[in-house]
């Protein structure tokens, strides 16, 4: 469904890869969290995904498509199948809940008839039936999050991106947020979320793929926040002398005192944000209690992880059952340009009729190509509306019908 082949992420003007050489893959139906320090590289990958950034190397697929070979005219097709949830919202401050969730619908064209149907039918999921008519002002930080998820999954996405969607919340706000985001992905959603709340993350024992510095350093099925991407590695370096080395004994003293029985002992990978290091495989024990180098740094002798990387198998995932013949010509175009149709048994995107729009407004931020600029009204630009046809794109034409 989604596979990263040796991505590599180089920022215009930086030295180092934002990602470096990511090899992942997240099935369907999976509820995957992408952990990591700050600038480790998330929401990099969530932005690839979506395409509003390209690889510098290695191949991104998602649906089926090498996403390095849709059209920028064929962006808001490819983005309608992919629902997005930010940390901030980011909802329509002047309109209502009910028009907020419904104006994502309107915009591609969908009937009065649906879109007086589907709303409710996604607000009282979220638990906002009684909330339709308020403003988003008038509602709190959870329940604007929640009319950004009805808004994501209002049109039944494969894949729902979220980038620290409770990180506005407070955590009980955040883990009635989390239930939410766990029935959709039971409704048949993937989910992919960033996140640095390691509360969420060791309760809900998902897959979890950890990113430091631009690499994955773990890949476990069901994994909690873990610590690699905040503490520092546990050998000492050479400047921190005599204490470090004393507080490294003191660690693996006290994993071996361990009792067994607790103790599930298996290769970790670590690797130091501090020093840039590559990941290592560390022997250690589960042993949580945090200890006190000589710099001050907490270190935390847990370790029961498994470093498991998916292999990067071709994408042999059904398409779901509303699937037409005629949606699938037009959202597969995006194939068909660069003469690498997708497999027969590979997943054709979402039908344009059930079809989910996107709501793109990081894409503002990021300038289009100049060619796709000069034709897109700024709806298509939000990946909400399709661009216009022109002469030669006439299977296109598809939009708004108001
Ligand atoms: N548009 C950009 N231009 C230049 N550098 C960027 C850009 N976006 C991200 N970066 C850099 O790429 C690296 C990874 O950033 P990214 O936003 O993916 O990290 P992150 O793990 O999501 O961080 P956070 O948890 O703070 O959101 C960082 O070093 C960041 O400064």
């Known amino acids: 469904m989604i596979r990263f082949d040796q991505v590599t992420k180089k920022y215009a003007g930086t030295t180092k890869p934002a990602l470096n050489a990511v090899d992942f893959e997240v099935k369907r139906g999976e509820f995957v ?35 390095s070979s849709i059209s920028n005219r064929k962006i808001p097709y490819f983005r309608r199948n992919l629902g997005v949830v930010f940390q901030d919202f980011r909802l329509l401050p002047n309109k209502t809940v009910f028009q907020n969730v419904a ?31 308020r403003m988003p002002h008038e509602l709190s930080g959870g329940e604007q999050q929640r009319v950004a998820i009805a808004r994501a999954i209002v049109n039944k996405p494969q894949v729902l991106l979220a980038d620290e969607p409770t990180g506005n919340l407070d955590p009980a706000t955040s883990a009635g947020i989390m239930q939410l985001l766990e029935r959709i992905n039971a409704n048949g959603t ?29 890949d476990e099925t069901h994994g909690g926040y873990g610590t690699t991407a905040v503490i520092p590695e546990l050998g000492p370096r050479k400047e921190r002398g005599v204490d470090a080395e004393k507080a490294k004994r003191a660690v693996e003293e006290a994993a071996r005192e361990t009792p067994t029985t607790q103790s599930v002992v298996t290769p970790r990978r670590t690797a130091t944000a501090e020093t840039g290091a ?32 998916s292999s990067a198998t071709e994408d042999v995932d059904s398409a779901p059952p509303w699937v037409t013949s005629r949606a699938v010509d037009e959202s597969d175009a995006g194939a068909e340009e660069t003469g690498s149709a997708p497999a027969a048994d590979e997943p054709p995107a979402q039908p344009l009729t059930q079809s989910q729009p996107i709501i793109g407004l990081p894409l503002v931020s990021g300038p289009l190509p100049e060619d796709t600029q000069e034709h897109l009204s700024l709806a298509e630009r939000l990946g909400l509306r399709a661009a216009k046809p022109r002469d030669e794109d006439k299977e296109q034409n598809v939009g708004p019908t108001q």
């Open 190 to 218: 993937t989910v992919v979320m960033a996140t640095h709340e390691a509360a969420i993350v060791d309760k809900m024992q998902r897959r979890v793929i950890e990113l430091v510095e631009g690499g994955i350093v773990r």
């Open 33 to 67: 969290f992408l952990v990591g320090a700050s600038g480790s590289g998330k929401s990099s990958c969530l932005r690839l995904i979506l395409k509003e950034e390209k690889p510098s190397n290695g191949t991104v697929h998602v649906l089926g498509h090498n996403v």
């Open 278 to 309: 590559a990941p290592r495989l560390v022997e250690s024990a589960e042993a949580d209690a945090p200890v006190e180098t000589a710099d001050d740094a907490p270190v935390s002798a847990d370790a029961t992880t498994h470093a498991q990387r």
């Open 103 to 133: 104006f994502t619908l309107q915009v591609i064209g969908k009937s009065r008839g649906f879109v007086q149907e589907a709303v409710p039918d996604v607000l009282k999921m979220v638990g906002l039936e009684n909330k339709a008519q």
